[in-house]
């Protein structure tokens, strides 16, 4: 019903787009190109995208066949009016989202305000940005790439571009960077207008659990972090601290608090003005809750965080708190400074800053709920081109670990012996590599994905492979992230590691004056050796423009040639050339292996447990029966897996045990509701965190809206003059103001006054406060006069300067502190619910009591330090 019902909705667009088709095939490039300018200034005079959606979107296909040779399906046109329509595109694996991007994207940065398209890793940004740049160029539009390396100058450049690629950590930290900018020139972001986010749930769920926070180190207490490492060696869990695995939580018992009070000679683990408590409670959750290979793994004597849903290392990433350091001292590592907090904003609130905003997933409806109601995104669910075939078989469930690890090795060695491709997905490190060790024992060939480093260089290339006939994949929940499984194998990886290594074997022989190229061992050693393909590859390598690339350089204009990019030198011709002889080559072998692979019955994915998501899951699932190919999912479970240890209940645990008689796997509808309760639970749980983050940072944000906008008028204005004097006249106010209502006398107010000023002031001192208001007003004037004649003998704009900077200094001073207060706030009131009070309505109510004491000291900061200042 649903994918009728949105087919129905988007039919008659999809026909006006289809209406254009023959039209636009007639045009020639520059025409076509033409035609994209004339909807640009159509849009200009109209300020209405509905008007000119057809024709893009017409126009945006043409280009994709005539660059690509890909023209988008018509469920393809109404993934991109989705995505127009500030929705989230549902789109099962290998339906092609990428390519549906550039449908809103160009029809979008027609506004010439920018597009920013947001994937979860700088591979996949560049992969995308090269891949369909083509698009875009052909339509006159320009395309940009954000990538961690890059200089403030090319982020600059590269956000102005029509496109902008760009991951989601990358954009979110720019724009903190440039909240923190002294100058307009090192800002690189511009207003946001449109943004479009691959893989969705990910980015706005999964890595929505903690905000972003851009900080500096201070000195920090290393050696009580290794003495607290050392002490938790000597308590007993359940005797000295509980664990609360649900919650990954520890609670020190009284016992244990008097043991650690012993060992350290101290008579209060709570003492304020020298406190161990926080140092004991991380020693005892990196011991107790953090592991190396599940939540995190040792990388250059570095501790790196592996993300729990994309199996990925996040190295860029620490946990705050001190909880880092604690696991630092746990694996008697370097313990790298603590960091005070700058600026942070959670995701919720970053991406709620575009004006528009949609996403695309291959799993959204699950957590449509949590979209609509922080988001104010609806998931609208695309038909497939080609009906689903996958088969999802019945989850397994057996006594125990022993009993379901030995059944997953058993049967990828029954199913591999056929010549099915198997997929096997983990949810640790450490668990892909026991498996790896059971699978050695059937003495089978396997490849591993984990976030390793020494794995995660292949990463492409292992999954765009799994698909090759009897291969066996092993990956952690990053499996196919980006990369389609195509069945057979993946073709262009094959052409591309060939010619590489040709290229670069060819190379080597005449740099080293060994002119027998096309001797053995050449010949022998590539399948592809045609005379046309001998003849240019000779001419290649009499280009010494080619011979002065690197083996990097190589591999890099291999992509670009790949990616259908126009070649403009000899030996980028030259190299697609030989592309496109391995391609017809490699694609005549990889249809019969793609049919052969289908006969089998496709891709087989094994699920080792469940995951706390269903989207995890179904993720999982969904690298099988891509486009209409076949292929079959299963589940492997054990009762001591976490999700039913921790979220099943006893009297599911006691119902399995009692029905298990035997080593043989239990299936039943019972088992099946009991496994969705308990993820339901998970993601209940994980909800209400995120809520929870949320509705706190939403107070935060407000403020935030106000100091960053406050800051960035002060950034672009070319004088502060009305600032300061403003914030002088509201300072002398305030001050008079507090010191009436705390009754002090005349003379007390005119000395506190003329500390201020550094100035005596020949005033009344039996008149009445009220009195010498002006008269103060006019003092501030002529003080405020004499400092601006002062920093005019150093040049014109000396002065502005100095305002300048003195009120973005102080402004960002006292917002570092007020992020410190609240962080300390809202841990002080989340203790107050016990006393029936709403900890959510005190934060509210101090933070902004906070905030207005903050916005008064800012304005007195600037104007006694600027002041006060002087130029040596």
Known sequence: ?????????????????????????????????????????????????????????????????????????????????????????????????????????????????????????????????????????????????????????????????????????????????????????????????????????????????????????????????????????????????????????????????????????????????????????????????????????????????????TGRIMPDRRWGDGLHQAIEAKEKLPIRQKSETQAEITYQNFFLLYPKLAGMTGTGKTAEVEFEKIYKLSVDEIPTARPTLRKDLPDLVYKDQFLKWNAISKTCNEISSKGQPVLIGTTTIEKSEMLAELLNEYKLSYQLLNAKPENVRRESEIVAQAGNRGAITIATNMAGRGTDIILGGNSIFNVQKELYDILTLSRNYILSKDMNIFQSPLKSQFRCTSQNFLSVLLSLLKDPMFLELSDIGILRALKENDTNSIPDLPYQCAIKFLIDELKTHYNKNQKQENQIVKNLGGLYIVGTERNDSRRVDNQLRGRCGRQGDPGTSQFFLSLDDNLLRLFGGSKVQTFFQSQMLDDSPLESEFLTRSLDSAQQKVEERAYQQRKNLFDYDEVLNKQRNVVYSERTKILNKESLQKNIIAYGEQMITDLLLEMTVQNYSTKQIISVFENLFDKHFLVNSDQKPNGFQQYLFNEFWLIYQTKINEFKVHGDGFCESMERNVSLLNIDFIWCKHLQEMSLLREAVSWRGYGQRNPLYEYKREALQAFKEQSRVVKRLIINEFLSSSVL
Not at 24 to 51: G, H, I, P, V
Not at 164 to 186: G, H, P, Q, W
Not at 201 to 230: G, H, M, R
């Open 1 to 309: 019903m649903q994918k009728n019902s949105i087919t129905k909705k988007y039919q008659n667009l999809v026909s006006q787009i289809n209406n254009f088709e023959d039209k636009f095939q007639t045009l020639t490039d520059n025409e076509l190109r033409a035609q994209s300018f004339k909807l640009k200034k159509q849009y200009q005079d109209s300020k209405d995208l509905n008007s000119v959606i057809s024709e893009s979107f017409a126009l945006t296909r043409e280009a994709s066949v005539r660059t690509l040779g890909l023209r988008h399906f018509d469920v393809q046109l109404i993934g991109g009016l989705t995505l127009n329509n500030q929705k989230i595109a549902e789109m099962k694996t290998g339906e092609g989202k990428t390519l549906v991007a550039t449908l809103a994207a160009s029809l979008n940065a027609l506004t010439e305000k920018g597009v920013h398209i947001i994937t979860v890793n700088d591979y996949l940004a560049s992969r995308d940005h090269a891949s369909m740049s083509p698009i875009y160029s052909l339509l006159g539009l320009n395309t940009g790439l954000i990538q961690d390396d890059m200089s403030k100058l090319d982020r600059k450049k590269n956000y102005n571009a029509d496109v902008t690629y760009v991951t989601n950590y990358e954009v979110t930290f720019d724009f903190l960077r440039d909240n923190i900018a002294l100058n307009s020139k090192d800002v690189t972001l511009r207003p946001f207008n449109y943004c479009i986010i691959d893989e969705v749930d990910s980015v706005l769920i999964d890595e929505a659990q903690t905000p972003l926070i851009l900080s500096d180190n201070f000195e920090t207490p290393v050696d009580k972090y290794i003495i607290a490492a050392e002490i938790v060696e000597y308590l007993e869990p359940n005797v000295d601290y509980t664990v609360d695995e649900k919650n990954k939580n520890v609670v020190l018992l009284d016992k244990g608090s008097q043991q650690i009070e012993k060992i350290l000679q101290i008579q209060d683990l709570y003492d304020t003005s020298n406190p161990w408590i926080p140092y004991i409670i991380n020693a005892i959750k990196a011991n107790a809750l953090f592991n190396n290979n599940v939540q995190y793994i040792i990388q250059n004597n570095r501790i790196v965080i592996v993300d729990e849903f």
